[in-house]
DNA sequence: TTGAAAGCGCTAACAA
DNA sequence: TTGTTAGCGCTTTCAA
């Protein structure tokens, strides 16, 4: 026996009183005489009537909902930028709407646009040029973007990619090693980012950095390149991978070549996943806080929502880890 | 300037036809005379013109979106049921309303209630015993649980963990090992099936179990237990771990506690999560199909919004995944 | 094939 | 403090 629910209009009637009464009684928006709030009180217990979200949403037009479109839920970058937006959405008292792109990007815009309509703003990571992101102005909803937005007139949360590279070029160079790989991302944006802080780092000792690319941000492709930066013509005495997963990836393929890190070859990361602690050889990595960032993401949609707009790039800054992936050039 | 967006009646007007004309388009509903149908397209062009989700749901009652809670998303076996779960979504253009309750039971019930009013189905992993999942039925929606539900007639999607613990247990005792512990958390509704299982194989041959609880799903539960669990009285020459977390946790604690693993003790996990293969050493586990478990629990719930409901229970088969954490007993 | 009209469940002026 | 009333943007009979 299925019971159709209960609505304001029911509420009312049961309790004796109009229907904006009940509306104001469930916003709690003003005081009640006693034997109203009583009658009130004992109608919604009777009935167990919730209010309806939806029909509340379509008046206020706002859903307590927030969007959060990620390239990857697997990559446990974004697992984290997940959690820390989580945390603070339930905080203050919104639900996560999640589009996970699947790193399709035919799919993005579509998804994006449909998200839009049903959500009070939207925090977006997506590989889109800013060029051909003018659309998202149009959203008309508040943005905050997971990446640095030159172009684009919208908040942003994101780490210094340059100094990153940078820091784990010069770690590389005081350890004496002279030729460094960079195996990359190239669909990332921030890769160019990632590579120019390396160069400028290996520019300042004449140094040049051997850029190769592993075509996914996946231990997978990590393992896959692996062979292809070692095995190659010029083989490095340490490489800079675009992310965890692919140097965690890329450790594990050197071990079956043979090659063994880091007595043969350095390996470092980015982003400091959970489980490169436990690698093996534990990763050298730099934290870009990803937790963080999706905390921050959230926070600055919130305020945006309760009309603290901010435009502005807010940039955390990125911390080596040294661990054992990583030792002294031998030569 | 921020411009409103157009209603069904703005394209009704500009098309010279009416509001239900309108509808009907955009709803695929029926055929069109071509002057009307060219009319409408233009308009809806020209206007930019989208139907509002909101309305249409209160309406029709439906939203496309389908509820989905768990306990932590970062727990690797969290994320491949949502990136499971997501991919049936999507392919059926539902979207997902995610709900991680931070593993805080007191947070959950009315974290679910308040999701089950915005949905069209929910997908629920608790730690809720059946007996205290009553109200649940009461939501009035469709509903799987991620676990077997003995008590409760909604169907659940989950795997055979009497059957994963005993297999565990099983190459254990081919490896030669005589003292096993269980390193569980307790919190788990499907910790005791997993003692179970173990039990069962070990009474087999008169042995018994030396059950420990890591308080914790986590890594660092798995560190913090490993002293307790290998440096007291009895000391076990191999450690069932309640999941890989926990495993990998408790071994990074044993190499600093200058026990090797797996020659001075072998260790397992369950899940098969997908850094235990990138841990030192790779990880012996189960493979417990997080990502199919999504897939089908999605699959299920939208199976029944379409009307074919269905309760029962799916079991997914447990396999072993031998690889370096596991190793012959030396004596 | 098209349109008129009656709501869906609720909020928000405004009046009383 | 409480009630009346007019919608929010859309779908859905039902009639034309």
């Known amino acids: 026996m299925k019971k159709i629910s209960p609505t304001i209009r029911d509420v009312a009637a049961a309790a004796g009183v109009s229907v ?47 969007g959060l479109t990620i390239l990857d839920i697997s990559n446990p970058h974004f697992t984290n930028v997940v959690k820390g937006a989580n945390r603070i959405a339930l905080r203050h ?31 977006v990571s997506s590989r889109m040029p800013d060029e051909e992101s003018q659309w998202m102005l149009d959203l008309d909803k508040p943005l905050v973007l997971l990446r640095r937005s030159e172009g684009l007139p919208i908040p942003s949360v ?22 460094i790989a960079y195996l990359g991302f190239g669909q990332a944006r921030i890769n160019d980012e990632r590579i120019r802080g390396a160069r400028e780092c290996l520019d300042e000792v004449g140094l040049a950095l051997d850029v190769h690319d ?3 941000p996946t231990a997978h492709a990590g393992e896959h390149a692996c062979s292809r930066v070692m095995l190659g ?31 043969d070859v350095s390996v470092t990361g980015v982003d400091n996943v959970p489980y490169g602690e436990y690698a093996a ?23 945006a929502l309760a009309g603290h707009a901010e435009i502005g790039h807010s940039m955390f800054e990125p911390r080596l880890i040294v661990r054992d992936s990583t030792a002294a050039a031998s030569h």
């Open 20 to 66: 904006a009464t009940v509306s104001k009684y469930m916003n709690g928006a003003q005081r009640f005489s006693a034997p109203v709030e009583a009658k009130l009180k004992a109608a919604i217990a009777e009935l167990g009537y919730r209010s309806n979200p939806l029909a509340r949403s379509m008046i206020t037009g706002r859903t307590r909902t927030i």
């Open 214 to 216: 592993a075509h996914a």
């Open 281 to 303: 050889p534990a990763l050298t990595t730099v934290d870009i806080q990803s937790e963080k960032m999706g905390e921050l993401a959230m926070q600055k949609l919130i305020d």
């Open 93 to 123: 008292d919104y639900t996560l709407l999640l589009v996970d792109t699947d790193e399709n990007q035919a799919r993005e815009r579509p998804l994006i646009e449909a998200l839009a309509q049903r959500v009070d703003g939207l925090i």
């Open 233 to 263: 013509p010029r083989r490095p005495q340490a490489v800079i991978c675009y992310n965890d997963l692919i140097a965690l990836g890329f450790m594990k393929e050197a071990a079956s070549l043979g090659i063994r890190v880091p007595q």
């Open 158 to 179: 994101g780490i210094d990619n340059r100094l990153a590279a940078y820091m784990l070029a010069r770690h590389l160079l005081n350890l004496g090693h002279r030729h």
